[in-house]
């Protein structure tokens, strides 16, 4: 005999206009082309003061479609939490709260990154401090980079006093708090 190819099972719970809602929904199909899908999802809505709230759900799905496989996993909330049992006790590694997400620790091979806050430091593997390796430290906003080749403009200093050194690849030149020239050495453009 086989099993039905749906499997519905709804809990729920009523107090007044307030009610909450378990939907668990179980699926598998196959067509005579050989595609097919096979899902399990688990969704929870909330009723509360008149308003429905889909709060929480889960999907795990796969498919067979032209010969070729996917797979998919879904979540729907706001809060997700992540677990290591191993030592005997359930410790938190990474947590995501309203679309941030903390790690305890990562090891990334490649990254693309539109905005960093480094609040601590970043610092090379083989960082040895004034010896090799790179170190960008947020706290103290110092810098110390070992060996380092730079291409175009470089301004030292700061905007705010005009106190500040420029160096490109054919002229260094220095500036006092006022921001006049006093030393240019290489090309000389007298500002």
Same mark, same amino acid.
């Given at each position: +005999?086989?099993?039905?190819?749906?499997?519905?099972?709804?809990?729920?719970?009523?107090?007044?206009?307030?009610?909450g809602m378990i939907n668990q929904k179980m699926q598998a199909e196959f067509s005579q082309t050989g595609d097919g899908v096979v899902t399990h999802s688990i969704n929870i809505t909330i009723i509360h003061n008149k308003v429905k709230y889909n709060a929480a759900g889960q999907v795990i799905s796969a498919q067979v479609k032209n010969g070729k496989l996917e797979s998919f996993i879904g979540y729907n909330a706001n809060n997700f939490a992540w677990y290591n049992p191993s030592?005997?006790?359930?410790?938190?590694?990474?947590?995501?709260?309203?679309?941030?997400?903390? +790690?305890?620790?990562?090891?990334?091979?490649?990254?693309?990154?539109?905005s960093v806050v480094?609040?601590?430091?970043?610092?090379?593997?083989?960082?040895?401090?004034?010896?090799?390796?790179?170190?960008?430290?947020?706290?103290?906003?110092? +810098?110390?980079?070992?060996?380092?080749?730079?291409r175009g403009k470089l301004d030292i200093g700061t905007n705010k006093t005009g106190e500040r050194i420029v160096i490109t690849n054919d002229r260094i030149a220095v500036y006092?708090?006022?921001?006049?020239?006093?030393?240019?050495?290489?090309?000389?453009?007298g500002v």
């Open positions: +005999m086989q099993p039905p190819p749906d499997l519905l099972t709804p809990l729920q719970a009523q107090f007044g206009e307030q009610q030592n005997g006790k359930m410790e938190l590694f990474m947590y995501v709260k309203n679309g941030q997400m903390f +790690m305890r620790e990562a090891f990334i091979n490649e990254a693309w990154l539109n480094v609040t601590e430091y970043i610092k090379s593997g083989d960082y040895v401090p004034g010896k090799r390796g790179f170190l960008i430290d947020g706290k103290t906003n110092n +810098m110390e980079i070992n060996n380092a080749t730079f006092d708090d006022k921001g006049v020239l006093r030393v240019e050495i290489g090309k000389i453009t």
